[in-house]
């Protein structure tokens, strides 16, 4: 039998002589507990647990024996095979609200206050009397405060909950009006109308795609009606022959016949912006008549996501009753969140979207001049930003970006921290606008370390394409 231990084996290459039979690749692998111990493992045990350590392990362990992994290469193989979590993105894409990104990215404060929320808090708790208090009210009061117009509050999973909860409570069995030209489908193949349907409502579509009149909803509003509902056209945009019913006209045959009138927003926009006139925001909706304002909290609120129902008491009050309002029930790191976005400064979100274009130039030109020295092809280009997430649809804000070779787009995204830009007419472009202040030393070196793997990216023509944009 061949010697096949490891001094049996450097004898055998060293006297030239093949062993008779390949060495038993068992041999080579390195034992458990051993690599268990290996100082590198140690964040990942504190962080992850042994189990899930241990069978990352044990997965490179079988790669090696199977001859597909280099025993010298088992840890990084560890490293890399470890369950990684949700990772930090920068987000250079100059889209403000990035649903594959998470949408709004929160506050320093609203972070602040989800960590001291993890532990236990006074979420259903008086601490004066000791006794059960309203959950979040310090969310609810934030809420309230932001929105004088909303007698009453509620907070649910998201915008879509917030639309169910209302569809359930009003309109189960009977009909909820709706113009064919809000027939919304909000993202990954989930339609609003479906939505309702599932909720035991009919549908009453009324009016066109393209025109709705303020006949076609009075002639659709009987005993059946459970509820009349407006829906923000929040990601697309008709054009042309057209004309809808705003809330302010649809509001007085729906007192009349006391029928609720909900406006799902969509946004989340709490007030006007100027920035966006043709966003509808929740106090102006309310005072134009709606009954109930229904809007998602991680869109232009900048906050976590939730689903925001405000107006009349009574019904908000009927709605928080309702025995599914528990199934949508909030957790209490939203309420935490939710409430320091709204009592706290000017959330990343109002920042980018209200970003200067001097200082964006500034950053841009900046960013470009450090990688240009580094040799890396960069140059400053102007492009347009958008809201995304489902807002603003046509929106396009003034930015600036710095151009890349677009063959950088992946290594970026595989970087540490991963950084998203967008490929448009075969350039990278990098839009600062989303990135936050302080990080764009980081992007720097990210693009240095993403260049640094490919090895044309200094001479790339990709960046002059983009000049020429
Ligand atoms: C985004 C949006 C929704 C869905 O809200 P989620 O918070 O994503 O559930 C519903 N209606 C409109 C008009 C929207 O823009």
């Given at each position: 039998?061949?010697?096949?231990?490891?001094?049996?084996?450097?004898?055998?290459?060293?006297?030239?002589?093949?062993?008779?039979?390949?060495?038993?690749?068992?041999?080579?692998?390195?034992?458990?507990?051993?690599?268990?111990?290996?100082?590198?493992?140690?964040?990942?045990?504190?962080?992850?647990?042994?189990?899930?350590?241990?069978?990352?392990?044990?997965?490179?362990?079988?790669?090696?024996?199977?001859?597909?992994?280099?025993?010298?290469?088992?840890?990084?193989?560890?490293?890399?095979?470890?369950?990684?979590?949700?990772?930090?993105?920068?987000?250079?894409?100059?889209?403000v609200l990035?649903t594959?990104?998470?949408r709004a990215?929160?506050?320093?404060?609203?972070?602040?206050?989800?960590?001291?929320?993890?532990?236990?808090?006074?979420?259903?708790?008086?601490?004066?009397?000791?006794?059960?208090?309203?959950?979040?009210?310090?969310?609810?009061?934030?809420?309230?405060?932001?929105?004088?117009?909303?007698?009453?509050?509620?907070?649910v999973?998201n915008g879509a909950a917030a639309l169910v909860?209302a569809?359930?409570?009003?309109?189960?069995?009977?009909?909820?009006?709706v113009s064919?030209g809000e027939m919304v489908e909000i993202g990954?193949?989930f339609r609003l109308p479906?939505l309702l349907?599932?909720?035991?409502?009919?549908?009453?579509?009324?009016?066109?795609?393209?025109?709705?009149?303020?006949?076609?909803?009075?002639?659709?509003?009987?005993?059946?009606?459970?509820?009349?509902l407006k829906v923000h056209p929040s990601n697309f945009v008709v054009?042309?022959?057209?004309?809808a019913?705003?809330v302010?006209?649809?509001?007085?045959?729906?007192?009349?016949?006391?029928?609720?009138?909900v406006a799902d927003i969509g946004s989340g926009l709490l007030a006007p912006d100027?920035?966006l006139?043709e966003e509808p925001d929740a106090a102006t909706t309310l005072?134009?008549?709606a009954?109930l304002v229904t809007a998602s909290g991680d869109k232009l609120l900048g906050g976590?996501q939730a689903g925001l129902l405000l107006?009349?008491?009574?019904?908000?009050?009927?709605?928080?009753?309702?025995?599914?309002?528990?199934?949508?029930?909030?957790?209490?790191?939203?309420?935490?969140?939710?409430?320091?976005?709204?009592?706290?400064?000017?959330?990343?979100t109002?920042?980018?979207?209200?970003?200067?274009?001097?200082?964006?130039?500034?950053?841009?030109?900046?960013?470009?001049?450090?990688?240009?020295?580094?040799?890396?092809?960069?140059?400053?280009?102007?492009?347009?930003?958008v809201v995304g997430g489902g807002g603003a649809p046509g929106v396009?804000?003034?930015?600036?970006?710095?151009?890349?070779?677009?063959?950088?787009?992946?290594?970026?995204?595989?970087?540490?921290?991963?950084?998203?830009?967008?490929?448009?007419?075969?350039?990278?472009?990098?839009?600062?606008?989303?990135?936050?202040?302080?990080?764009?030393?980081?992007?720097?070196?990210?693009?240095?370390?993403?260049?640094?793997?490919?090895?044309?990216?200094?001479?790339?023509?990709?960046?002059?394409?983009?000049?020429?944009?």
């Amino acid at each position: 039998m061949a010697d096949t231990s490891a001094p049996g084996r450097i004898r055998d290459a060293v006297a030239g002589a093949a062993p008779a039979v390949p060495p038993d690749p068992r041999r080579a692998v390195p034992r458990t507990d051993a690599l268990l111990a290996d100082p590198r493992l140690q964040q990942a045990l504190a962080l992850l647990g042994r189990a899930a350590v241990k069978a990352a392990v044990q997965r490179a362990q079988a790669q090696v024996r199977a001859g597909r992994l280099a025993a010298t290469e088992l840890m990084e193989a560890v490293l890399r095979d470890l369950p990684a979590g949700q990772r930090e993105v920068l987000n250079a894409t100059g889209v403000v609200l990035h649903t594959n990104l998470g949408r709004a990215a929160l506050s320093e404060a609203a972070v602040r206050a989800v960590t001291t929320a993890a532990g236990a808090t006074d979420v259903e708790l008086d601490l004066v009397t000791g006794r059960r208090a309203r959950r979040g009210r310090g969310a609810m009061e934030a809420l309230a405060a932001a929105v004088p117009d909303a007698a009453g509050v509620h907070v649910v999973n998201n915008g879509a909950a917030a639309l169910v909860l209302a569809a359930t409570a009003c309109a189960a069995g009977r009909e909820v009006v709706v113009s064919r030209g809000e027939m919304v489908e909000i993202g990954d193949g989930f339609r609003l109308p479906d939505l309702l349907v599932s909720t035991g409502a009919r549908l009453r579509e009324v009016g066109t795609t393209n025109r709705t009149s303020l006949r076609d909803y009075a002639e659709a509003l009987g005993p059946q009606t459970g509820m009349v509902l407006k829906v923000h056209p929040s990601n697309f945009v008709v054009s042309g022959f057209t004309s809808a019913v705003g809330v302010a006209e649809l509001a007085g045959a729906c007192a009349e016949r006391g029928v609720p009138l909900v406006a799902d927003i969509g946004s989340g926009l709490l007030a006007p912006d100027p920035l966006l006139p043709e966003e509808p925001d929740a106090a102006t909706t309310l005072r134009a008549g709606a009954s109930l304002v229904t809007a998602s909290g991680d869109k232009l609120l900048g906050g976590p996501q939730a689903g925001l129902l405000l107006g009349d008491a009574e019904l908000v009050e009927r709605l928080r009753r309702h025995p599914l309002a528990r199934a949508l029930r909030v957790d209490k790191l939203t309420l935490a969140a939710l409430e320091a976005t709204l009592r706290g400064p000017a959330t990343p979100t109002w920042q980018a979207l209200h970003a200067d274009a001097e200082e964006l130039r500034r950053r841009s030109g900046a960013l470009a001049a450090e990688l240009t020295a580094s040799g890396v092809a960069a140059q400053v280009v102007a492009c347009a930003a958008v809201v995304g997430g489902g807002g603003a649809p046509g929106v396009e804000l003034p930015s600036q970006a710095v151009a890349l070779p677009a063959e950088l787009a992946q290594p970026l995204r595989l970087g540490t921290p991963p950084v998203v830009g967008r490929v448009e007419r075969g350039a990278l472009l990098l839009d600062l606008r989303c990135v936050p202040p302080g990080r764009d030393g980081d992007v720097a070196a990210a693009v240095l370390a993403a260049a640094a793997t490919t090895s044309t990216a200094a001479t790339a023509p990709g960046a002059a394409a983009a000049a020429g944009a």
